[in-house]
């Protein structure tokens, strides 16, 4: 294991798209790029960092981190051209696509339009198909995805006094401060706060985060589309959903439709998670060796 010190490597602005914070490991030119969840950044892959010898790039999507934030202007098309600014900043052609929750959409629908610079994707609790008739999408599964959304978008609106109430409002009333935290998790909430006149400020845009919520369900690949990803993909699922003891959100039957459309070369789910403890210890542990040993992509 090495320190998961993350190098700052700017993606430079446009005249029409905005830039952005990428952030290298040490090592040689990454040839997987990480993309985050709808309101998260680049540090959710901490863990993953801290378990593979494998240099990665991680990317703050527009929005959020410490990249720019415009009023609008988001969407699975501004993310692709995004991806292919990012690639050609790194001197990439081609490269492996790791994405959690959000990143997993914004993967799957670079992979489908641009499959030349992509080698292979892994899948971290997102990138199900699109569902083509909304009245077929369950009550209780519509209602678990916005209240998972709408506490996670809650807190983007709101200023915290000190690192400990942000803490508070992830873990309530367990008090914690983040020397509490195992370090590459405390880091995370660290970077997500941004300091403010009367505190601190989450760094994620609400516009950023609502606009792409409204796009993933109208612009995401459809099962048929989905069949248009030609390379490699591993799957990763989470066995519960946002919260400890909800439903998951690949259900077994979704999982099945994926499996049946996509080139599925590797599966994992994961005991005991949740769609966020996927991505921290002792989790991590069950797929970072997808990142670091990349034999099932066929190349």
């Known amino acids: 294991m090495r320190d998961q010190t993350w190098i700052k ?36 892959f901490n863990a993953l960092a801290s378990a593979v010898e494998t240099p990665l790039a991680a990317l703050d999507l527009r929005g959020r981190g410490d990249s720019e934030k415009p009023e609008s202007g988001y969407g699975l098309a501004a993310h692709a051209e995004d991806l292919i600014r990012t690639l050609d ?9 790791c994405g959690h929750s959000m990143g997993a959409f914004v993967a799957t629908r670079f992979a489908c339009d641009h499959p030349e610079r992509v080698r292979a994707l892994v899948l971290l609790d997102g990138g199900w198909p699109r569902e083509e008739d909304p009245e077929a999408v369950s009550e209780e599964d519509r209602k678990a995805l916005e209240e998972g959304l709408a506490r996670a978008f809650s807190r983007l609106d709101r200023t915290f006094a000190s690192a400990e109430e942000y803490l508070d409002f992830w873990f309530p009333g367990q008090k914690l401060r983040p020397s509490d935290l195992p370090p590459d998790l405390a880091d995370y909430y660290l970077y997500d706060l941004a300091p403010v ?29 989905l069949r248009g990803v030609k390379c490699p993909v591993s799957l990763v699922r989470a066995e519960q959903g946002f919260f400890p003891g909800s439903e998951p959100l690949i259900a077994d039957a979704v999982r099945d ?12 789910l994961l005991p005991g998670s949740t769609h966020y403890t996927m991505m921290w210890q002792p989790h991590v542990a069950g797929w970072s060796q997808l990142v670091e040993n990349t034999g099932w992509t066929g190349e």
């Open 9 to 44: 490597d700017p993606v430079p602005k446009t005249r029409d798209t905005p830039g952005l914070a990428l952030w290298k490991t040490p090592g040689e030119r990454p040839a997987v790029l990480c993309l985050h969840g709808i309101s998260a950044q680049h540090r959710s």
């Open 89 to 97: 900043h790194l001197g990439l052609e081609r490269a492996i696509l």
């Open 197 to 225: 006149d009367s505190g601190y400020r989450p760094k994620a845009s609400r516009k950023a985060a609502e606009e792409d919520s409204v796009a993933v369900a109208a612009q995401s690949l459809s099962a048929d589309e």
């Open 257 to 268: 439709v994926m499996v049946d459309a996509l080139d599925v070369k590797r599966e994992v």
